[in-house]
C-alpha cells in the first residue's frame, strides 16, 4: 500500500511538476527504516518490481541496478510476512524470483551471498518433494500454484523479482 501511495504521489508530481532541469537532485524518502522505492516488509527492505518480469539473471542484474540484490529469505518469519504483504497488496497471482540457485553444483543450493539455502520444511513445497527439477530448474522462485513455497523453475523463465 505504502508503494502504491508513492507512485502515484510520484506520477502526480511527474504531471504537475516543472519542466526537466539540467541540475539532478538526489532526494531519500523512507518507509519505515527502508529508503523507497524499497519497503519494510517483516525484518527487511524489500523491493518488488511488479511491472517487470524476467530471466532469474536479468532480474538479479536489474536487482543490483536498483542498490540490492535478488531477495535471500532465510527465514520462515520472513517467507510468511512477504506472502502477507503479497496479499494486503493484492500483487497475486504472481510468479516471483528469489536469490538463490544452484547452476554451479547440482543440489548445492546457495543464496546470491554465498550462504546455504535450507532444504525440506517449511520452506520448500513438501508434497512433490521440491527442489525436484534436477538439472533442468536451477533457481529458486514462490509461485502462487506452490503456495508460496519455495520451488525450483527453469532460470529462463519470465518471473518479477522481489529484490532486497
Known amino acids: 500500500m505504502i508503494l502504491k501511495v508513492f507512485l502515484l504521489l510520484l506520477g502526480s508530481a511527474m504531471v504537475y511538476g516543472n519542466a ?14 527502508c529508503t ?18 524476467g530471466p532469474w539473471s536479468d532480474m538479479e542484474f536489474l536487482c543490483q541496478s536498483a542498490g540490492g540484490h535478488l531477495a535471500i529469505v532465510d527465514d520462515a518469519n520472513l517467507l510468511g510476512d512477504i506472502v502477507d504483504f503479497i496479499a494486503a497488496n493484492d500483487l497475486s497471482p504472481t510468479l516471483y ?7 554451479a553444483v547440482e543440489g548445492n543450493w546457495k ?7 535450507k532444504l525440506g520444511t517449511p520452506f520448500w513445497l513438501p508434497c512433490t518433494h521440491e527442489p525436484n527439477g534436477g538439472t533442468l530448474q536451477n533457481c529458486l522462485a514462490i509461485t502462487v500454484s506452490s503456495s508460496y513455497y519455495f520451488t525450483d523453475d527453469t532460470c529462463t523463465k519470465s518471473m518479477t523479482p522481489i529484490c532486497e
Do not use: N
Request: hydrophobic share 35%; aromatic share 10%; net charge negative.
Open 20 to 33: 526537466p532541469s539540467s541540475e539532478t537532485t538526489e532526494v531519500s524518502v523512507t518507509t519505515g527504516s
Open 36 to 53: 523507497l522505492p524499497y519497503v519494510k516488509v517483516g525484518s527487511r527492505c524489500l523491493l518488488f518490481f511488479v511491472s517487470e518480469s
Open 97 to 103: 524470483w528469489l536469490g538463490a540457485t544452484d547452476e
Open 111 to 117: 543464496w546470491v551471498d554465498g550462504s546455504s539455502v
